[in-house]
């Protein structure tokens, strides 16, 4: 199974301001996601980080209020900008492994308040 | 309609009940079905993957649908470390895993 680790775990941050959340795995993946989980809800994907090429982004979700990088295949960054009361959520970066690259395996999150 | 639905709980069982979840899905090309949960305040772990022809794992049975575009959990002898909420997976297009809402667990003394 993959390790995943994020950073900063938690935050409280002022409106208007940005927060970039960084994830960082212990081995290699292809595939990385990004996604958001709202108080009482499910997992909502963002994007999905790409390396070497700009993510691919859901329904709902743009690269100006959600700017992610992908420079190696063992790193990503998720960019949280302009933020809103609205943004206050847990972020989770995930990547698929397994034998048959089928499980996704998530990192802690980042819980994020948006005052 | 939402692509994987879920009835959202609480499930409220007391230890030792026999509890079971059900999901429904909507894309009929969906290729692979897993059950996660999730601990309050911690990040989705996986279960369980959902074969075609049904699978257990210790207590738990996972059984598939296709037809039906069902897929269940039954959870056998609940222990109170069962508490947390349970979230069906639907893998469409490759790679793109679609969430349900989850169902929440309750294992009573």
């Known amino acids: 199974s993959a390790v995943i680790s994020q950073k900063p775990s938690r935050d409280i941050c002022q409106r208007g301001t940005s927060l970039t959340i960084q994830c960082q795995v212990d081995?290699?993946?292809?595939?990385m996601f990004w996604y958001r989980q709202q108080p009482g809800q499910s997992l909502t994907l963002i994007a999905t980080a790409n390396q070497g090429s700009e993510a691919t982004y859901e329904s709902g979700f743009v690269i100006d209020k959600f700017p992610i990088s992908r420079p190696n295949l063992t790193f990503s960054t998720l960019t949280v900008s302009n933020m809103s009361p609205e943004d206050s959520s847990i972020y989770l970066c995930s990547v698929v492994g397994g034998t048959g690259q089928e499980t996704q395996y998530f990192g802690p999150g980042t819980r994020l308040l948006v005052l | 309609r939402k692509e994987v639905e879920q009835d959202p709980g609480p499930f409220n069982v007391p230890e030792g009940a026999t509890v079971a979840f059900n999901c429904t899905y909507s894309?009929?090309?969906?290729?692979?079905f897993f059950w996660y949960r999730q601990d309050c305040r911690k990040e989705p772990k996986l279960l369980m993957s959902?074969?075609?022809s049904g699978n257990e794992d210790g207590r738990f049975t996972a059984q598939l649908n296709r037809a039906s575009q069902y897929i269940s959990l039954l959870i056998r002898d609940s222990k109170l470390s069962d508490s947390a909420t349970y979230l069906c997976?639907?893998?469409?297009?490759?790679?793109?895993?679609?969430f349900g809402p989850g169902t929440r667990l309750s294992v009573l003394p």
């Open positions: 959902v074969y075609s």
């Open positions: 081995s290699q993946v292809t595939m």
């Open positions: 997976v639907v893998n469409i297009y490759g790679q793109n895993f679609v």
């Open positions: 894309n009929s090309a969906s290729q692979s």
